[in-house]
T-cell receptor, first 117, second 110 residues
Framework: GAVVSQHPSRVICKSGTSVKIECRSL??????MFWYRQFPKQSLMLMATSNEGSKATYEQGVEKDKFLINHASLTLSTLTVTSAHPEDSSFYICSAKDVSGGHYEQYFGPGTRLTVT | GQQVMQIPQYQHVQEGEDFTTYCNSS?????IQWYKQRPGGHPVFLIQLVKSGEVKKQKRLTFQFGEAKKNSSLHITATQTTDVGTYFCAGYTGRRALTFGSGTRLQVQP
């Protein structure tokens, strides 16, 4: 199946700093990628839809100036958490859909665990 | 907005017992997908159901999609310790992104 990678897998940063998370589709092109956030023992909550070459679409309640998304190529989307605070500590997961060949499933990256101290 | 709820939130079973999780959407779904997330891991796709009333089986797992396409269930026969994890249903309502259910965490006692 298709592979989606994320980097870094874990990051610890100090309050007030910014953190960039990369999401790559390794063996397929993804015009659309999705960013989710998952707090402990909770479900995945969609944060935004990342569209290659255009602005991301953010879900209600997600600050676009705080969570900057860039989708510069068909295989790479980045999420930057700006001026991170402890309440931003969470598991961030990206996903992408391989629409070639009639596929329909979303492939998830391994996730990035962010801890803000 | 759309809500997708799952019950139970948590289930603890003895190995060999059966397990069922139920998924209910506030709106009609075009299709429903099921994912499994192991502790510390990321969601892994299990299956997709599209047709009203559809039933699919994968070894000990049986998936059903309701007639009204607003609910679904996952049944595991004779659970094993490898079944431990959180099971999520997820659906599209015309949007391009999946909306995930609240999840059911399964613990299997050996």
């Amino acid at each position: 199946g298709a592979v989606v990678s994320q980097h870094p897998s874990r990051v610890i940063c100090k309050s007030g700093t910014s953190v960039k998370i990369e999401c790559r589709s390794l063996d397929f092109q993804a015009t659309t990628m999705f960013w989710y956030r998952q707090f402990p023992k909770q479900s995945l909550m969609l944060m935004a839809t990342s569209n290659e070459g255009s602005k991301a679409t953010y879900e209600q309640g997600v600050e676009k100036d705080k969570f900057l998304i860039n989708h510069a190529s068909l295989t790479l989307s980045t999420l930057t958490v700006t001026s991170a605070h402890p309440e931003d500590s969470s598991f961030y997961i990206c996903s992408a859909k391989d629409v070639s060949g009639g596929h329909y499933e979303q492939y998830f990256g391994p996730g990035t665990r962010l801890t803000v101290t | 907005g759309q809500q997708v709820m799952q019950i139970p939130q948590y289930q603890h079973v003895q190995e060999g017992e059966d397990f069922t999780t139920y998924c209910n959407s506030s709106t009609t779904l075009s299709n429903i997908q099921w994912y499994k997330q192991r502790p510390g891991g990321h969601p892994v796709f299990l299956i997709q159901l599209v047709k009203s009333g559809e039933v699919k089986k994968q070894k000990r797992l049986t998936f059903q999609f309701g007639e009204a396409k607003k609910n679904s269930s996952l049944h595991i026969t004779a659970t094993q310790t490898t079944d431990v994890g959180t099971y999520f249903c997820a659906g599209y309502t015309g949007r391009r992104a999946l909306t995930f259910g609240s999840g059911t965490r399964l613990q299997v006692q050996p």
